[in-house]
T-cell receptor, first 115, second 109 residues
Framework: ETGVTQTPRHLVMGMTNKKSLKCEQHLGHNAMYWYKQSAKKPLELMFV???????ENNSVPSRFSPECPNSSHLFLHLHTLQPEDSALYLCASSEEVEQGGTEAFFGQGTRLTVV | GQNIDQPTEMTATEGAIVQINCTYQTSGFNGLFWYQQHAGEAPTFLSYNVLDGLEEKGRFSSFLSRSKGYSYLLLKELQMKDSASYLC??????????WGAGTKLIIKP
């Protein structure tokens, strides 16, 4: 399997739990992204990493904590989430951030339900 | 603020042609993307326009008018497998992608 792989595909967690989402890309890309996708809403960019350095944090609550140990792996650590955080969380990668025309490759997402 | 508008849902018939419109207001412009997303799957790249005009790729074509802040995705010879959501996204002056909410396309036999 080449491309972008996300695990787990589905996750149900309580509001007091701590869990992590994992993303892995085998495309040799230098930029990785976390998006939140809620029903009938635009994709919301959460975090951007370019060459392992975080370049964007779009006012995301601190209960979401990203980690990028290398160019191929990206994590999203979750703790004390709220029910409104239930959504599809998508990881994506691209060659570089500041490059027009660079398409993003998406993983299949983690469907998160907070109970 | 930045805004991308596209219809929420459209219905078309197998074998027909459908045009999905997208209008945008963004701070700067570095290109417009169309992605396809089947239910429960990852969005996949369809097209990229940065200059005015029509880009054709098989059954799919994408048009851009920068002066009007307008794009459309044209799908010809519709097939049942084209039932999906189609996402319009604009790369702004900071090279950040601004996304529309997507258009759910339903194909009927």
């Amino acid at each position: 399997e080449t491309g972008v792989t996300q695990t787990p595909r589905h996750l149900v967690m309580g509001m007091t739990n701590k869990k992590s989402l994992k993303c892995e890309q085998h495309l040799g890309h230098n930029a990785m992204y976390w998006y939140k996708q809620s029903a009938k809403k635009p994709l919301e960019l959460m975090f951007v990493y370019n060459f392992k350095e975080q370049t964007e944090n779009n006012s995301v609550p601190s209960r979401f904590s990203p980690e990028c140990p290398n160019s191929s792996h990206l994590f999203l650590h979750l703790h004390t989430l709220q029910p409104e955080d239930s959504a599809l969380y998508l990881c994506a990668s691209s060659e570089e951030v500041e490059q027009g025309g660079t398409e993003a490759f998406f993983g299949q997402g983690t469907r998160l339900t907070v109970v | 603020g930045q805004n991308i508008d596209q219809p929420t849902e459209m219905t078309a018939t197998e074998g027909a042609i459908v045009q999905i419109n997208c209008t945008y207001q963004t701070s700067g412009f570095n290109g417009l993307f169309w992605y396809q997303q089947h239910a429960g799957e990852a969005p996949t790249f369809l097209s990229y326009n940065v200059l005015d005009g029509l880009e054709e790729k098989g059954r799919f074509s994408s048009f851009l008018s920068r002066s009007k802040g307008y794009s459309y995705l044209l799908l010809k010879e519709l097939q049942m497998k084209d039932s999906a959501s189609y996402l319009c996204a604009v790369l702004d002056s900071n090279y950040q992608l601004i996304w529309g909410a997507g258009t759910k396309l339903i194909i009927k036999p």
